[in-house]
């Protein structure tokens, strides 16, 4: 099993910029891809960023170029740095780790909050 523990998240005004933090422990040898879902209320939870145990990143179109991914494989820890934050960026945001099996782990989610 993999435990993800997720820091970070808070209110910000428009145009700011906020940080989130994801620890897994566990089995984290068994993961192949971190990821940052985000739900908004009355939306379904989306793939915001992902990074492979490689080093890959993948970007939901509506963050690109505002939103970094980024890990370090020491800390089994990955971030999401979040620039030029719009009120639309407002959700729970929820760490996830895929493993090479079936198995897919979440975190509690931590809640953004974009004022405008």
């Known amino acids: 099993q993999v435990q993800l523990v997720e820091s970070g998240g808070g209110l910000v005004q428009a145009g700011g910029s906020l940080g989130l933090s994801c620890v897994a422990s566990?089995?984290?040898?068994?993961?192949?891809?971190m990821g940052w879902y985000r739900q908004a209320p009355g939306k379904q939870r989306e793939l915001v960023a992902a990074?492979?145990?490689?080093?890959?990143?993948s970007y939901v179109d509506s963050v690109k170029g505002r939103f970094t991914i980024s890990r370090d494989n020491a800390k089994n820890t990955v971030y999401l740095h979040m620039n030029s934050l719009k009120s639309e960026d407002t959700a729970v945001y929820y760490c996830?780790?895929?493993?090479?099996?079936?198995?897919?782990?979440w975190g509690q989610g931590t809640q953004v909050t974009v004022s405008s």
């Open positions: 996830n780790a895929a493993t090479y099996t079936t198995a897919d782990y």
């Open positions: 566990g089995a984290v040898a068994r993961i192949r891809r």
């Open positions: 990074i492979t145990t490689g080093g890959t990143t």
